[in-house]
Structures are given as structure tokens and as C-alpha cells.
């Protein structure tokens, strides 16, 4: 089971609306190489990995995304809070407004809603890790765009240490991935 | 040492000086604990060595060598807004501490210096939750809070900003 603790991974404190960047970050909530997708892919992947390490590690990973989805949705909310019905518009978010208000949907940057297909599993261990360890790099490469694509230093904050994280995951997911090869896992 | 701020500066300004680094007194005893196992953390550990839980924290990674930076971005100052903030800020940063040290656990479980380091995290985390939660109220639905009131309802709810 889980347990919520009343308090972010890291801290986000956005004082400024910036609408155009609320719709770029949603990508991470609902994108293909967002949170939610990672949290689910690991949470997922975990009952047919191999062995006791492999189980512990996707759990873990896993709920540390389910922590930078509430990071990330908490950045989106701060963005979008204080908006007008005119800056929506301006932002292209009116479509986004019809149907969900200022309220939170999982989509990419384009508006794409958030599928299952982002799980990506095979029952294979060493198939998952590799997806693992792609989805990792893909999120660290997205986070870059979105920290060029901003000067806010509230929002850079948060995207560096999210940024830092990708690659912790990455490297602990290349080092199962390594051992199980050893091991002789085709 | 209560405040995150002062404690941000008081590293800034004591992190060479050797008196702190054996004062039993200053906020960050876990650096001198990390420093005596360094040695034995280097030999096992592929990952060289840990960076002490500000350090860590502020930046997202604890690991000295699996750091990179991107395009010449620092990572932010973390400072507290108030009292409770600070507590938060404690807590969080004790706690990012044992969430990465796990993940290097679960792939290097016989490595007794992360352990080690794991279970100081831990414990440090667990006082300052009990400190913040007789201050503010839970943390977690089954933390034990002192009151005939429900407490857990009351705000500020991790997604607002902090005041």
C-alpha cells in the first residue's frame, strides 16, 4: 500500500503566472515521458522482474514518481491559478478551459491525452530495463527543453533537481540492467 | 540551529572551519559520521563518495560523481518563508537523503557504510518530524499527534505556496 505525507519531494513555490509555460510542463504530467507514465511503467514492470532486487528498485523508483507527479502538478496549478479568462485565451489554453476549467488533465504539450501505451511492458526484465532506462533519458532531455523555454527561477528550480533525478534513475536502472545481463538474462 | 536560512548561512560560513566539523552541537553531525565512513563507503562503492544532505538535497543528488550539471544552471538556495517552512525544509532534505541512499541500497545492499548513513538519515528525519508535527499537526494520516481534534484537514496543502 501507500502512505501520502503531507509535504512535496522538493519544494515549488511559483509566484508568477506564466500560462504558456503551464502548457508546455503539462507534457510531464501526461506525456509520453511524464511522471505519471513513469510511475505507472515501474509500478507495473515490477511483479515479473526476477529477483528481489529488481523488485525493490521499480517499487522505489516508482513511488518517487508518484512524488514528481504531485511536484509537477503542484507547478502546474501555480501557473494557472491566478489566470484570467483573456490570458487563457491568449495562451491557447480556451480549448483546455471548455472542458476541464482550471482544473488538472494529464496531457502531452500538444494536448494529446495521457494513454496506457506510455506503460510499456513486456514481462521481459532485461526489455523493461532497457525501456526504462530510455524513458529516463528521454525525461532528463525533456526537462532541459523546458528549462530553456522558461526564465522563472521558480520554475528552473524544481525542473533542476526533477533533471537530477532522471539521471540518478537512469544509473540505477543501467546497474540492474548490467548485473542481470551477468546473470545471464538474454 | 531551528532555521533553515541561518543554517544555510552557518554551513556557508563554517563548511572549512575543522572546530565545527567536530562541534557535537551544530546541525549537521551526519557530515562527520559520513566523513569517518568515507573511507570504508569509497572502497565498496562504485559510486566514490556522498555529499552531505544540504548539499544533496538542494541539488537532487547525493552522489558526487553521478552529478551533472546542465548549461551552467546552480542549483536554487532553498529559503524557508517561516517557521513552519524551515521545519519542512528539514525534514524534506533528511528524507531526499534516505530516498537516494535507498535506491543505491537496493542495488548494493552489503554496502554497511550506506547503511549506516541510511539509518542516521532516518533517525534524523524521524526527530524532526516529531518536532514539526507537535508544532503543526500530522504529516501522515497515522502520525500520532497529542489532540482530541482532527488536524489533518488543516492547511497549507503541499500544492499551495508556502507562506
Known amino acids: 500500500m501507500w502512505k501520502y505525507v503531507k509535504s512535496l519531494e522538493y519544494p515549488v513555490n511559483i509566484k508568477k503566472k506564466d500560462l504558456r509555460m503551464a502548457k508546455y510542463l503539462v507534457t510531464q504530467y501526461g506525456g509520453a515521458n511524464g511522471e505519471l507514465a513513469a510511475a505507472f511503467r515501474y509500478l507495473n514492470q515490477r511483479y515479473t522482474m526476477p529477483d528481489d532486487k529488481g523488485k525493490a528498485l521499480l517499487t522505489d523508483i516508482g513511488t518517487e514518481e508518484l512524488a514528481h507527479v504531485e511536484m509537477i502538478s503542484t507547478m502546474i496549478y501555480q501557473l494557472l491559478k491566478d489566470a484570467t479568462l483573456k490570458e487563457i485565451r491568449e495562451a491557447g489554453l480556451d480549448s483546455h478551459y471548455a472542458e476541464h476549467g482550471k482544473g488538472l488533465y494529464p496531457t502531452d504539450a500538444n494536448g494529446v491525452p495521457f494513454t496506457v501505451a506510455y506503460f510499456a511492458t513486456t514481462g521481459d526484465p532485461i526489455a523493461d530495463l532497457s525501456e526504462d532506462m530510455a524513458a529516463e533519458q528521454k525525461a532528463r532531455a525533456v526537462y532541459e527543453n523546458l528549462i530553456n523555454l522558461t526564465d522563472d527561477p521558480d520554475v528552473i528550480g524544481p525542473l533542476l533537481f526533477l533533471r537530477q533525478r532522471e539521471i540518478i534513475h537512469f544509473t540505477r536502472f543501467k546497474e540492474l540492467y548490467d548485473e542481470y545481463k551477468k546473470k545471464g538474462y538474454k | ?163
Open chain 2, 1 to 163: 540551529m531551528n532555521n533553515y536560512n541561518d543554517y544555510y548561512n552557518y554551513l556557508n560560513n563554517n563548511y572549512n572551519d575543522m572546530n565545527f566539523m567536530t562541534n557535537p552541537n551544530n546541525m549537521i553531525t551526519d557530515m562527520n559520521y559520513q566523513q569517518a565512513f568515507q573511507n570504508t563507503f569509497m572502497q565498496n562503492n562504485p559510486s566514490k563518495d556522498v555529499a552531505d544532505t544540504f548539499k544533496g538535497f538542494k541539488r537532487g543528488n547525493m552522489f558526487n560523481n553521478l552529478y551533472s550539471e546542465y548549461n551552467g544552471f546552480k542549483p536554487q538556495e532553498l529559503k524557508a518563508t517561516g517557521e513552519r517552512e524551515d521545519l519542512i525544509l528539514q525534514i524534506d532534505e533528511q528524507r531526499f537523503a534516505t530516498i537516494d541512499l535507498g535506491l543505491y541500497l537496493d542495488i548494493y545492499p552489503n554496502d554497511q557504510a550506506a547503511l549506516n548513513l541510511f539509518n542516521t538519515y532516518l533517525n534524523k528525519e524521524k526527530e524532526l518530524k516529531a518536532l514539526y508535527e507537535s508544532k503543526y499537526g500530522p504529516l501522515t494520516l497515522s502520525s500520532p499527534v497529542q489532540t482530541n481534534n482532527w488536524l489533518w484537514n488543516d492547511g497549507p496543502w503541499p500544492w499551495e505556496v508556502q507562506k
